[in-house]
Nanobody
Framework: QVQLVESGGGLVQPGGSLRLSCAASGTAVSLNTMGWYRQAPGKERELVALIGRFSFTQYAESVRGRFTISRDNAKNMVYLQMNSLKSEDTATYYC??????WGQGTQVTVSS
């Protein structure tokens, strides 16, 4: 059974940075495509970034150049480094893994 647990969310000012973490169990992040999604109030969940088995990465246009997805195979963790945050990045961020598994989400609020 795949379990994903996100952490690292919080309140940050515009222009600031946060790093989200996703701890995976029941699967190996090195062998699967892992992703970060987000959902803002009243909006649909949307893809933020993916990292593939061979470290292929894909980003939403809105975050390209500001966010970086990475993983630590030894720790079985996936990260999302978020820089130059904007108010429109405010959302609940979810980690996604194999078998359409999801974490519980972590809230990111960008506000002054």
């Amino acid at each position: 059974q795949v379990q994903l647990v996100e952490s690292g969310g919080g309140l940050v000012q515009p222009g600031g940075s946060l790093r989200l973490s996703c701890a995976a169990s029941g699967t190996a992040v090195s062998l699967n495509t892992m992703g970060w999604y987000r959902q803002a109030p009243g909006k649909e969940r949307e893809l933020v970034a993916l990292i593939g088995r061979f470290s292929f990465t894909q980003y939403a246009e809105s975050v390209r150049g500001r966010f970086t997805i990475s993983r630590d195979n030894a720790k079985n963790m996936v990260y999302l480094q978020m820089n130059s945050l904007k108010s429109e990045d405010t959302a609940t961020y979810y980690c996604n893994g194999p078998g359409n598994s999801w974490g519980q989400g972590t809230q990111v609020t960008v506000s002054s």
